[in-house]
């Protein structure tokens, strides 16, 4: 008997068999649209098969009936340079009052003003709230990766003794890999306006220096680390 041989990819495009018959092999390749990278894993029924994630070729043997191949492209990481974010904060000095790092989709765009591209080169971009002025969102269709040199990301005393930290009442940290951070030590320096921070999803493993990394943050109540990973920290003064 023969089978159909049904391919569809989100992001994407694909070419190859459309039908095999018993006893034979198929292949079909999934091509990522710019701007997306081939998807990591895939799904298909019907057949066994193997799947490149480097090359998007799917080889499908021992058919058992129609087979579907579903797949979706993914958006490449984002990678966030520390000079944009200070700069902006010290642009904004006290017109900031909300800094939120999420992903675009948890979003509607249309309740948004689109200020421009936050880091060039990549898809993370910068809005402001359209009800009030004050609330800024770095959003990105991926994940956003911090640098491995994190230190004084937001803190005053790195930008200039600027006095936004007294005006930044909220930092979001949504859409974030830490992964490969090693230096976070005075990240949120003299952060005086912050009342609560929520670092659940930090991943600290490779982390070497926490020193001074909360320091003066006299406004703050609540503070949730329940990730951290402090087996490599060599400095927490």
Avoid at 24 to 49: C, E, F, H, Q
Avoid at 71 to 95: H, M, R, T
Avoid at 130 to 150: A, E, F, R
């Amino acid at each position: 008997p023969t089978y159909t041989i049904t391919t569809s990819i989100t992001n994407g495009t694909y070419s190859g068999d459309t039908s095999i018959t018993e006893g034979s092999n198929a292949t079909v390749t999934l091509v990522a649209n710019s701007g997306y990278s081939l998807p990591s894993t895939i799904t298909v029924t019907g057949a066994s098969y193997t799947y490149n994630d480097t090359t998007g070729v799917v080889t499908l043997s021992n058919p058992t009936g129609d087979i579907t191949i579903s797949a979706a492209a993914e958006v490449p990481a984002q990678y966030i340079a520390k000079s944009d974010i200070q700069a902006f904060l010290v642009e904004q000095s006290n017109g900031i009052t909300s800094l939120t790092f999420d992903y675009t989709s948890n979003y509607d765009l249309s309740t948004l003003e689109y200020v421009g591209v936050f880091t060039a080169g990549t898809q993370i971009n910068l809005y402001q709230s359209k009800s009030d002025s004050t609330v800024y969102y770095v959003l990105s269709p991926g994940t956003i990766v911090l640098p491995s040199d994190c230190s004084g990301m937001f803190s005053r005393d790195y930008l200039y003794d600027m006095d936004y930290d007294d005006y930044l009442t909220t930092i979001v940290l949504n859409n974030v890999d830490t992964a490969n951070v090693t230096n976070m030590s005075e990240m949120f320096y003299d952060c005086s306006g912050l009342t609560s921070l929520n670092l659940s999803s930090f991943n600290t493993a490779n982390v070497t220096d926490m020193s001074w990394m909360f320091y003066s943050c006299s406004s703050l109540t609540s503070l949730n680390l329940s990730s951290f990973n402090t087996a490599n920290v060599t400095d927490m003064s």
